[in-house]
């Protein structure tokens, strides 16, 4: 499948399966078995939709015997994904795209005091380091075969495979018999979401991120939509400022025109402005950012923050706001817009007056006739005669005092708002880059990030390829979501603690993804190549569906419903390194993270228990909860109930099961044999007596033998039987598998 021809396609004509059923003869249940098989090949494995997410497949077929001395037809299948490494690079085009835009938005914020300019200097040198090496790693990686879909063990080391998954691969199962057509079950393995590359000398991202204070934990942090408003906000004062200066200048040029008419004109588009202008800042997010600026101890001086001084004209204002300190309260917010349409309301008094149109002109304030005279002890102003060469004072020159009250207060609120906003933006771009950590810190986050999404990703879209036509399974993604269930088998011991902590940052950030479904134009494979959209920690995987697909689909998924991911990680070492470390160290981390992902997966079933009470299953996993509870708590050794009894809950709320160890060769084609066994026995009434001859076959003779064979160049598992002895007796490969 790798080359470039077309792959052919293989039909069987005929499979010899001897039974002792005497009710049905050999040739005619093997023709049904061979009809349900060849079907589920030409009608799952060959849709659009599967050839996105899997390549490369090996296959093995297994016969095995059934309590009832009957037969199942077993193929075992291990694929891998494109995903591996084109997922990644969508991330990467994401994060360059991200990191781009705010170093641009805060650059835009203009200039700065001088503490928020050293903000913005470390946000920008923050993003640009980070984009340099995004850029080098993705151009790299485009440099590669557009064939690439797997990376072996031995690159994970490799820098520019960073965000790169190890040794990806879906592990099917699909099981036939005579009483039931083929029936599919899927594990994801890959190695465990970790940095090979910038290693473990000082520990995992838990500990890095524990050891990290950030230096603005006090500050208040801001919703993606306080930013929105914020952009938005600068967006509108600046765009009306200029044209309310403009308005104003132009009414000073018209008033020399002595044309009442135009005059009038021109100030009602004044008025206009000053409304929009006035209504853009009406947001009780500025009064409330002002008041944190105030209050907060390391801000910048008060002439940044709340200079509310206002130039006007022989030092007359509205307020009295020279105080070198005011407090920026939600008052003084309110006063300052008031002084911007009460300077306003002066220019129309005065406008109108000089039209005539007032009858007592000695009605009008004290303060306006101070502002409309260069001798503050005259009251008195010339009278409103309609000939103005009478007046003591020309329209301008009557004017122009209050234009420019006018333009000095737009420009306080305009200062003012532009303060709040650059707060918010700024501090949300700190909070996204600087307050993360250094760039290595966040660039490791990103790449465990990326490796357990190309994993979730996998596995979403194969489980929901598989329910397509099952309303229940799609009214309780809509509802309460997915539950992905990551298995670990590392050790707490060594490097692999690192991994560990790794990887427990990586399945938490998941937490933060949605899937949404989408309609594909076409059945064409660059159609159905899956989307990303939103920002980091607010990712959104956009999963496209062909026409006729899409169209069965409830009107809430069409509608664009987002799908909620749940995932839980349950760790268990099982190795010689676990043995030392029960021993001689620490199991705290992996005790700590059993019993967390335990309350979570309460919680979820819990949740579709009230949401969905008549869902499959639903009702009948309490019993699991509670063995799971009591094997969490019990802290055994190396006690692999505990896994055994996660992946059933999983499977039993129709989860995603995800399978890892270091590089997931080894101790994990130990966990997906010895899954796949026991599904047969308690779901397929596979013999007990032949369980463990079974368990033996599919590992010397199946695919994972195959994955370590191209993982390593050979065909034996990488244990030694000293280090054998250490293991649960059901993770041991047969004699001669291993070496």
Known sequence: MDTVSKPGEVQESGLQIEGDNEDQT???????????????????????????????????????????????????????TPLSFSLPKRLLNMLLDEHASRIQEVKDLGDLSPYWEGLRHDVISHCSGLIDCYQEMLAKLNNLSASSCFKPSSSRSDSHLQFIPTNLHSQRMEVTSPDCT???????????????????????????????????????????????????????VTQLQPLVFGLAEELLDVSLELDAERLQQVLDSLSQQIEQFAHALQDELVSRTLLTIHNQSSAPSNRMLCDDSIASQEGQTYQDTSQPDVECSEEEWDRTLSNVTKSLDCIV??????????????????????????????????SPSSSSSSSTYSWQEQLLPLVVTLRDCVREAMEKARTAAAFVLLQRAASATVDQGPPQLVQRRHAVFSQALSALVCGFVLKLSGHLEDPEF????????????????????????????????????????????????????????LKLSGSWGSLVVQVPLPPETFGSLSQELKDGCLIRVHPVLFNIGINQQQSLAERFGDSSLQEHVNQQSCERVRDYCNTLRNLLPEAAGVQSVSDLLLSLDHSVESRKRKNVVVLWLAASVCRLVNGIRLTCCKSAKDRTSMSVTLEQCTILRERHKLSSQHFNTTLDCMRREGC????????????????????????????????GSYG
């Open 474 to 529: 799609l009214q309780q993604l809509q509802t309460v979501g997915i539950l992905a269930q990551f298995e670990g088998l590392l050790s707490t011991y060594g490097d692999e603690v690192g991994m560990l902590e790794d990887m427990v940052v990586a399945v938490a950030d998941l937490s933060g993804v949605t899937f949404t479904v989408i309609e594909a134009k076409t059945e064409q494979p660059d159609d159905l190549l």
């Open 349 to 382: 008094e005065m406008v109108e007056r000089l039209q005539g149109r007032r009858a007592h002109p000695q009605e009008m304030t004290s303060s306006v006739q101070q502002e409309t005279t260069e001798d503050t002890n005259s009251q008195n102003t010339a």
């Open 182 to 236: 083929g029936v599919w079950y899927n594990v994801i393995t890959f190695g465990a979401p970790a940095d090979h590359y910038q290693a473990f000398k000082h520990g995992g991202l838990k500990r890095l991120l524990s050891k990290y204070t950030n230096p603005t934990d006090s500050s208040p942090s801001y919703s993606q939509d306080e930013g929105c408003r914020c952009r938005e906000l600068l967006a509108s």
């Open 704 to 735: 994972r033998m195959e994955n370590v064979q191209k993982n390593i160049g050979s065909r034996k598992f990488a244990f030694s039987a000293v280090q054998l002895l250490t293991f649960p007796k059901l993770y041991r490969p047969p004699e």
């Open 26 to 80: 050999p040739q005619n249940k093997a023709t049904e078995l061979c009809d349900c098989f060849h079907g589920s090949l030409q009608d799952k494995e060959n849709s659009p939709m599967m050839r996105t997410v899997l390549c490369a497949q090996v296959c093995k077929v297994y016969r095995f015997q059934t309590e009832d001395h009957r037969w199942l037809l077993v193929k075992e299948q291990m694929s891998e």
